[in-house]
């Protein structure tokens, strides 16, 4: 659909998301039943049926609902909202909690993640000519165990005092191995049962739906551990990292659940992970 999407959509995009962050920002702080941040729940419930039905009848619609009666692309994208909630709300606790609690400088902290990413770079192309030869399926499962027991590593084994080598590098290699798992298939896999034609718009909205898991999972890590004090930093950062890894064990468990969409369930091999997870190289 070409010209300009409809005005009053492209205000609610930004607005539901925006109401939603704040609300779970600002809750811990002012208190659950302040009147801002109710008044923030209450604003993006009601903006969201809103939005709903602009893009059900606008005659250029930000959101195509029609997408969502393919029930692969449903569950995928449903599935891509966890597990970037848990991307990039783990990615923000990590650098912060090496700062933060072990001490660490900027430089060191980034150096000390950097395994991670590094595996992810290894392991992205194969893993998406696994899913293209297996189907997305069980890479995607697997995935979510791997993001599991690495981000369980993470809560159960990390503390106070620093022990990089032995507890933060097997965790974050896990972890690093979970995203290499995901990332790569889930952009491919959420559009593959999509009539060629609209396989560019679906991308589009999936992305949309893993920016937004985005701003959550910040939102929810500033929510969990932005005013703990120091003798309260550890618990709290080891209870997000568990709520982190079961959003995206979650989110490999959603991918097996029945479908029944056209075509096959093998997406085409995906090229550098930054291209499939709309991450910057």
């Known amino acids: 659909m070409g010209g300009i999407p409809d005005p009053v959509a492209v205000v609610l995009v930004a ?9 779970v920002i600002e809750g811990p702080t002012r208190g659950w039943s302040s009147a801002v941040v109710i008044a923030a729940f209450v604003g993006a419930v009601v903006l969201t049926p809103l939005l709903l039905w602009r893009s059900a009848t606008a005659a250029r619609p930000v959101i195509d609902l029609s997408l969502f009666r393919d029930r692969q692309f449903s569950l995928m994208n449903l599935a891509m909202l966890l ?72 809560a159960a084994g990390v503390g106070a005092s620093p022990h990089w080598a032995t507890h933060w590098l097997p965790a974050v290699l896990l972890t690093g191995a979970g995203i290499g798992l995901t990332l790569p298939v889930q952009a491919g896999a959420a559009v593959a049962s999509l009539p060629d034609h609209r396989s560019g718009t679906g991308s589009a909205v999936s992305q949309s739906f893993r920016q937004l898991g985005a701003v959550l999972g910040i939102s929810l890590f500033v929510a969990v551990v932005g005013d703990s004090g120091p003798a309260q930093a550890v618990g709290a950062f080891q209870h997000v990292w568990w709520v982190f890894g079961a959003l ?21 091999p995906v090229g550098a992970v930054g291209e499939s997870a709309g991450i910057p190289h």
């Open 15 to 23: 607005a539901v998301p925006a109401a939603l962050s704040y609300a």
């Open 83 to 154: 597990f970037s909630v848990s991307f990039f709300g783990m990615l923000l606790s990590n650098v912060i909690f090496l700062q933060q609690v072990w001490g660490y400088s900027v430089l060191r902290a980034a150096l000390a993640g950097a395994p991670g990413p590094l595996l992810v770079a290894f392991i992205a192309r194969p893993t998406s000519g696994l899913a293209a030869r297996i189907g997305f399926r069980p890479v995607l499962l697997l995935g979510g165990v791997t993001w599991m027991a690495g981000s369980a590593l993470l």
């Open 248 to 268: 995206g064990l979650v989110s490999g468990l959603i991918v097996c659940l029945p479908v029944q969409a056209r075509g096959t369930d093998r997406p085409e």
